[in-house]
């Protein structure tokens, strides 16, 4: 009998690029996060920032390094859920929704 086939990963993703996206993520929100003066303007800027970062990472998927998307797409997931805590942590505490 033949041995049974082994499928591997053309393209391996590995730790070192997928730490550097998550780098390059955090530093790209803490940046936008610098611009904000209130929870309004800085829950906006991380939209805008997490927007952006998606569409990066979805560019880095298809024509780059796939491990750089992932990270890149794993810390805007993970910064948009943070801005998202404070605006709803804000909302229960005051009962104002604060992005108007």
């Known amino acids: 009998m033949p041995p049974r086939p082994v499928y591997r990963e053309p393209h391996r993703i590995a730790a070192g690029p997928v730490m ?6 955090l530093l790209w ?3 936008f996060g610098a611009l904000a003066r209130s929870l309004a ?5 991380t939209v805008a920032a997490a927007v952006t970062a ?4 979805v560019f880095l998927a298809v024509l780059g390094d ?4 992932v990270g890149v797409a794993l810390i805007s997931g993970v910064g948009l859920s943070v801005a998202a805590g ?4 804000d909302w229960i505490a ?4 604060p992005l108007w």
Not at 41 to 45: E, K
Not at 54 to 57: A, C, E, K, M, T
Not at 86 to 89: I, K, L, N
């Open 20 to 25: 550097a996206g998550i780098g390059a993520g």
């Open 29 to 31: 929100f803490v940046l």
């Open 41 to 45: 303007t800085y829950a906006w800027w």
């Open 54 to 57: 998606w569409l990066v990472s």
């Open 66 to 69: 796939r491990g750089v998307a």
């Open 86 to 89: 404070f605006v709803a942590a």
């Open 94 to 97: 005051t009962n104002d929704w």
